[in-house]
């Protein structure tokens, strides 16, 4: 019980844990295979009871990150380090951390209770103790009822909570997570989310969650680092990193993105002008910026921050029109793909606010597309 | 459509029918009273007991038994070695050459593997005083030998589908080696593993031709003595003896299919996105 005890104190401090101390520190780790960089010099810090998403696509070096960290593969450089205490030529079995496989691994022939009991059996811990912290385990997934089931006989959901109640059962200083969710269906996953975060909450460890789905990795994490290529592109809070990305690739892999480029021709110390652009007119940014005259600059805009309206927009600045060429209207939100008459598609989202739009916009109709200046986030690379 | 299913059906009954009719025809010869093997004399179980009281052929037969478990049993723990270790060391230096040899007694010609394993036989008893002579345990080495190829490449196919995260998930939970090997390798191994013991027990009890080159005198084992007799003229006796056989054989298929049967259907989990 002596690990658990701060658990409560983790739990009450919510959601909003950016005050935790650095738990997990991954320095200047690089792992190689064959000649193929995996992760390339990464630095990390985890802390303490927060969730910490690893978001990137196949082969970004995320999974191979996560194996580090339980100890399948060594860094060919760098180091690790959980709760101050170095992790090299610590083997798996040593290891204060626990793994939910992807696959869930779970042991076919064994029952769900000896499933659960295995660590705990490993460890030595007396029959008594093991017993009830099994039931506990199971009770906190609820999964007692299917205590004496072999894993073949459960439901995909049911198997993700065995693996999940018997890596956390010896209480690991961290749970690393490898794509925990993938293997449900859409409904169940919604509903595992929240599930996983609950129990988050209750045990207050440490979750680090490796996953390609962007939308699990905002609903989950506290943290979340974008990787591509064996390297982090950055580390932020989900609504940082979807409000405020560092360059195009996490705006477009974040979210969907309309990006806008163009050429400095005024750079002033309050604002930045952008010239010969793919919009068709002239793109204001209502800040400065260090750039030069002439460089290339990105403008990023949300679709959902966009305007569609049938005239002109009174402001006049970042607006463009084109021809509505698609609409899909999903009940809550309405998508319309515009095509700018300079040859670019735009994508715009409106909220179906009121039963029907009053501007009746519909396909083939000219619209014009445009932004409010502080709804744009200016990208220099 | 209906034509097809018709022709499928005759190639289907015409194939069985050679495969199955000599063998029902032999087991109704068994009970012939006839001494003579191709003249039916009537029904009677006399060769069944003239079977029974038989002592060299039971003591062959007993001899079989005894090669083909001890065979299936070396076999199979020195198989099931080389697939684990073709299928979870990576990649080592002779992995190659291992997976070669390990599986080249299943093409080698069993002439070439009985001649030169008497070779090496007589070779280490003028130097090592060992084996001494040459009966039962010189059958069985040289049984062990195929029968380690043959559960080599079973168990080897087993471990490549197997879900290796399930051994890491061990690891994970505190196990070293061997006890992850014991605790989760070998049970999802275990159907691999005795069809691999049972297919040796086979093939070990069915040799004629190997266990012929190294066997020595008062080891014959019941296909060199129902051989010796066959040249003699055939015996309703060995039909008695092969319809023994053939039940027995059809007993143990039934049993392990009954009891295998269900465990090998168990689904499995997707392959995890390594990387």
Redesign the interface.
Known sequence: MSQTAAAPAAAAAGRDRADGRPFIRISGVTKT?SGFV?VNDLTLEVREGEIFCLLGG??S?K??LLRML???ETPDRGRIEIDGQDMTGV?????PV??M?????????MSVARNVE??LR??GVPRAERAERVARMLELVKLTPFADR?P?QLSGGQ?QRVALA??LV?RPKALLL??PL??LDKKLREETQFELLDIQEKLGTTFIVVTHDQEEAMTLGDRIGVMDAGELIQVDAPRDLYEYPRNRFIAEFVGSVNIFEGRVVEDEADHVLLGDTDLGAEIFIHHGLSCQMGQTLWVAVRPEKMRLTAARPDDARNAAQGVIEDIAYLGGLTHYRVRLDGGKTVRVTRANVERRHADGLTWNDRAWISWPPEAGVALTS | MKRRGWVVATGAALGFAMLYVPIVIMMIYSFNASKLASVWGGWSARWYGELMANDQVLEAAWISVKVGVMAATVGTVFGTMIAYALSRFGRFRGRLLLAGMATAPIVMPEVVTGLSLLLLFIIMETNFGWPAGRGVDTIVIAHATFCMAFVAVIVQARMADM?E??E?????????QP?VFF??TL??L?PALVSGWLLSFTLSFDDLVIASFVSGPGASTLPMVVFSKVRLGVSPEINALATLMIVAVAAILAATMLRGGVRLS??????????
């Not at chain 1, 496989?101 to 022939?109: I, M, N, R, V």
């Not at chain 2, 890491?168 to 070293?176: P, Q, V, W, Y």
């Open positions: 295979f995996a196949s082969g070096g999974s191979t339980a100890g399948f083997p798996p079995w040593a290891r626990n793994m496989f992807q696959s869930y691994a779970l042991f076919p022939h295995y660590g490993q460890d072999r073949a198997r018997r890596a010896k490898d794509e993938s293997a | 879900d995260s399930v890491e998930a061990a690891m994970d939970l505190g196990a070293r006890w605790d989760v049970p999802a275990a168990a689904r499995r989990a997707p392959p995890p996105d390594q990387l």
